[in-house]
Nanobody, 123 residues
Framework: QVQLVESGGGLVQTGGSLRVSCAAS????????MGWFRQAPGKEREFVVA????????YYADPVKGRFTISRDNAKNTVYLQMNSLKPEDTAVYYC????????????????WGQGTQVTVSS
């Protein structure tokens, strides 16, 4: 049974930093593209960032470029999202997702999802 478990969310002030983690079990992330998505209250879930299976390619949504960084530790079977210079508009539930090899172009194609972790940025 595949599980993706996010952790590390919380409350942070504008301009602060936070790192969220996604620990995988039941699959080896070294074979999977990993992604982060977020959903703010009253809004649709949106793409944030993804990294392919080898780590050679990363893809960032424009609103987070230069502020967020995705990384993976295959030995720990864990993916991280480092978030810097946080803004109130970054407030959302952050979800981790996995799909075989390369990032999928649509959310529906991502195979496995975590339960999410809340990130709140106060102004």
């Amino acid at each position: 049974q595949v599980q993706l478990v996010e952790s590390g969310g919380g409350l942070v002030q504008t301009g602060g930093s936070l790192r969220v983690s996604c620990a995988a079990s039941g699959l080896l992330i070294r074979n999977y593209a990993m992604g982060w998505f977020r959903q703010a209250p009253g809004k649709e879930r949106e793409f944030v960032v993804a990294i392919n299976w080898s780590g050679s390619s990363t893809y960032y949504a424009d609103p987070v470029k230069g502020r967020f960084t995705i990384s993976r530790d295959n030995a720990k079977n864990t993916v991280y999202l480092q978030m810097n210079s946080l803004k109130p508009e970054d407030t959302a539930v952050y979800y981790c997702a996995a799909v075989y090899r390369e990032p999928a172009s649509s959310m529906e194609q991502w195979t496995y999802w975590g339960q999410g972790t809340q990130v709140t940025v106060s102004s």
